[in-house]
């Protein structure tokens, strides 16, 4: 029996980045995002459209439990004013386990750098679906990664 409900995991990243450093690379820098993490994301390519504007297709090639994948996502919105990107995947091995899946972001800042309030939204083809937790938690591991790279620890 198949499922319709879209699901949700979120998390709060807390960074040592400002949230214009972080909105920066996420929304018109993101094809840098392989030279922060080479283990993991292999290459980030442009496909339609231009860099952090709405529609564009974008590529990603990574690395997922010792699995390389692919991921063509559309950015869907952007919001520059509360630093908020959301990217929709189109195709990709994601699509062989959900039927739809969203990567949120908004980069809110704080008294001290900036928390990465992150969301993935994803609809399972079928009870049986995995949950995506590993592909989250790669996500994450990837905020750290760019984060490590705006605010090298000598910059505290």
Not at 137 to 145: C, G, T
């Amino acid at each position: 029996m198949a499922v319709s409900a879209v699901e949700k995991i979120e998390m709060d990243v807390p960074i040592k980045a400002t949230p214009q450093q972080f909105y920066e690379v996420l929304c018109n820098k993101t094809h840098h995002i392989s030279n922060v993490c080479p283990d993991i994301v292999k290459g980030v390519g442009l496909h339609e459209g231009d860099w952090g504007t709405e529609g564009s297709i974008i590529s990603w090639n990574y690395v997922l439990a010792g699995k390389t994948c692919v991921s063509k996502q559309r950015i869907e919105d952007i919001d520059k004013e509360n630093k908020k990107i959301t990217y929709k995947v189109l195709s990709g091995d994601l699509l062989e386990d959900y039927k739809s899946f969203k990567f949120i972001m908004q980069i809110v800042p704080q008294r001290e750098g900036s928390v990465v309030h992150w969301i993935v939204e994803y609809e399972k083809l079928n009870n049986n679906g995995p949950n995506p937790h590993s592909m989250f938690h790669l996500s994450v591991e990837v905020l750290k990664y760019i984060d490590a790279h705006l605010a090298p620890e000598d910059k505290k």
